[in-house]
């Protein structure tokens, strides 16, 4: 198809870069995360000294191969199996019976194993383990080495530019000055620590594999000597999973949601950078390269817009909206089982890709930006009053218990030059150690151990 024609800017505007996790993220990635598990299942059984079930290891290898070398063909043949029919089977209008008549197809004439496939299972059995799989590879595979590149790069910008001072503001008004690369590094370290939950979350996925009703109930009646349970809990281990230990029909899904909240805490450090990224470019604190042939307005030919950190924004906020979603409905299924929750789930890529887009293009807004130095010392230099912090503590330092009062008379709601502090400091009752020590306040050298305070960024990789 295409792509002009796509429903989805996912699919339109944005495939090549929401290309990598069509992975994860297809209806022909679901299906081969299915006939991964159902075969799985087949070979486990096949395990079980209980059951008469033997497969050798060239039939273990056929099977394996279905899903390992699972191409596009076969997507279209399940398709085909769940919507039209094929051969003996009438169309299932069921996506997982499909996958089940899929593998069977695809074994020997009169073979055995036959009988076996999706024994005693239901499909939520399938589906839970699918969808686990697929969601853990998008995010371990994709997502999280995306947000590594931007916490590489916020951390290289934070190193480089840590002795560039700044004019820092709270409530949006001149405050204590920083340095642009320290206020880096917050967010830099801020993203570690998001992705470190972000790799948590997915390291206590939970698979469910019990049943219609989470009971075992069919497993049981055809083998009650069986430690169901214990299988189930061995079988969901070799996927890489926790078992959910009590469950309905469904996976509750408590883990997918913790999983999204991570990913949204993530997301939210990003936003505030893009947020500020954008401020910094507005100041002209950030300088932007010019890209050629580029335009930047239809009308304006001056233009260079921050339209990397304009797209981040706007895409991060629409995966963290529909994580959200995802997050309240997949938790929640009336009584044992309802469906609600399978369309749902279908939407789980496109918020991951909604994420990944907001990586890249913060990623390419961060190749784009210097920042401007002499900007940044002109409006230290246009505004002393922010030394008065330092000369209110020194003096209390000294004794004035009226010294909050006396650099607020001078300060507060007007400007004033370095010059004024200077009368100010020759009025003091104060030693001429301390008369000097004031005496060589600036803006630009008032910025505490801001420079030092990147190390941290160090002592974490470390």
């Known amino acids: 198809m295409n792509s002009l024609y796509a429903v989805s800017p996912l699919d339109g505007r944005y495939a090549g870069r929401t290309e990598p996790l069509r992975e994860y993220a297809s209806e022909a990635a679901l299906m081969r995360a299915r006939v991964r598990v159902e075969v799985e299942y087949l070979l486990a059984l096949a395990d079980l000294d209980a059951t008469p079930l033997e497969l050798d290891a060239a039939d273990r290898s056929d099977l394996r191969a279905l899903y390992e070398g699972f191409d596009e063909a076969d997507a279209g043949l399940i398709k085909r199996i769940e919507t039209e029919g094929y051969g003996d089977y009438a169309a299932t209008n069921h996506d997982v019976k499909a996958v089940e008549y899929f593998v069977r197809e695809h074994l020997p004439e009169g073979s055995e194993a036959a009988s076996w496939i999706h024994f005693g299972l239901t499909s939520e059995d399938v589906n839970n383990l699918a969808h686990r799989l697929l969601v853990r590879g998008a995010v371990d595979d994709v997502l999280v080495p995306q947000l590594h590149a931007v916490r590489d790069a916020l951390a290289d910008f934070a190193r480089e530019h840590r002795d560039v001072p700044m004019l820092a503001r709270t409530h949006g008004q001149p405050a204590t000055p920083t340095t642009f690369g320290k206020e880096m590094a917050v967010f830099a370290s801020r993203l570690g620590r998001a992705i470190g939950r972000v790799k948590a979350a997915t390291e206590e996925l939970e698979g469910k594999l019990a049943g219609a009703s989470g009971t075992y109930a069919a497993h049981v009646a055809a083998y009650p000597d069986v430690d169901w349970p214990g299988f189930a809990r061995e079988f969901v281990a070799e996927l890489g999973f926790e078992q959910a230990p009590l469950t309905t029909q469904v996976n509750p899904c408590d883990d997918l949601a913790a999983l999204f909240d991570a990913l949204r805490g993530a997301n939210n450090v990003l936003l505030d950078l893009d947020r500020d990224a954008w401020r910094y470019v507005s100041d002209r604190y950030l300088g932007q390269e010019a890209a050629a042939g580029e335009t930047g307005s239809s009308t304006m030919p001056h233009k260079v817009n921050p339209i990397d950190f304009e797209n981040s924004e706007g895409n991060l906020s629409k995966a963290n909206s529909d994580l959200v979603f995802l997050g309240d409905y997949v938790t929640e299924s009336r009584l044992q089982r309802d469906l609600s929750d399978s369309t749902v789930k279908r939407n789980v890529g496109a918020a991951f890709a909604y994420c990944l887009l907001g990586y890249l293009k913060l990623r390419d807004g961060l190749s784009k930006v210097v920042p401007n130095e002499q900007v940044m010392a002109e409006e230290l230099e ?81």
């Open 382 to 462: 246009a505004t002393p009053e922010v030394i008065g912090e330092a000369v209110q503590t020194i003096l209390r330092r000294e004794g004035h218990d009226d010294a909050y009062e006396r650099v607020k008379a001078l300060t507060r709601g007007r400007r004033v030059t370095l010059e004024d502090f200077r009368e100010l400091f020759e009025e003091l009752a104060v030693d001429e150690d301390t008369r000097e020590e004031l005496l060589a306040l600036t803006p630009a050298g008032y910025t505490g151990v801001a420079s030092d305070m990147v190390d941290a960024l160090d002592a974490a990789d470390r």
